[in-house]
């Protein structure tokens, strides 16, 4: 039931973290800033490491998320580090095949590379907007 509880307050982290692409207020005075890359490490960063959560809560409950190798990942630490590791090369890339998701994993795995996908898009467009504001 802890777990489950957890896995709400992960997805609302990552929820409000996403929003801040989206909020009416600029976070940074320039086109491109320091403050602009932080914000952007920020953001993936939350992705990141909620969705290792999220994996590796669904393994800690008993789900089969994850097979390395065609064995299913398990374990308490590696599990958690197969989860960070998968979590990490599903947001940034297509990943390289050594570790799957299958089951519920696969959705979750979409969601979160759907997400790594818009991320700089997002970004890139705000940053247009926020320009234009100023300029305009």
Do not use: C, H
Not at 8 to 20: C, E, K, V
Not at 43 to 67: A, E, H, P
Not at 74 to 90: D, E, I, P, R
């Amino acid at each position: 039931m802890f777990g489950y509880i957890f896995l709400l307050f992960i997805i609302i982290i990552i929820s409000m973290s996403l929003r801040t692409l989206f909020s009416p207020i600029p976070y940074q005075n320039k086109l491109l800033s320091w403050e602009s890359f932080l914000y952007l490490i920020f953001i993936y960063s939350t992705i990141f490491l909620g969705f290792g959560l999220v994996y590796f809560i669904f393994i800690q409950n008993g789900y089969s998320v994850l097979l390395e190798n065609g064995v299913k990942v398990g374990g308490l630490l590696y599990s958690l580090q197969a989860s960070f590791y998968f979590s990490g090369l599903t947001l940034f890339s297509v990943g390289y095949g050594d570790i799957a998701p299958i089951g519920i994993g696969r959705v979750v795995a979409i969601i979160e590379a759907l997400i790594g996908y818009t991320i700089p898009a997002s970004f890139v467009v705000r940053t247009v907007i926020d320009f234009r504001k100023e300029r305009g």
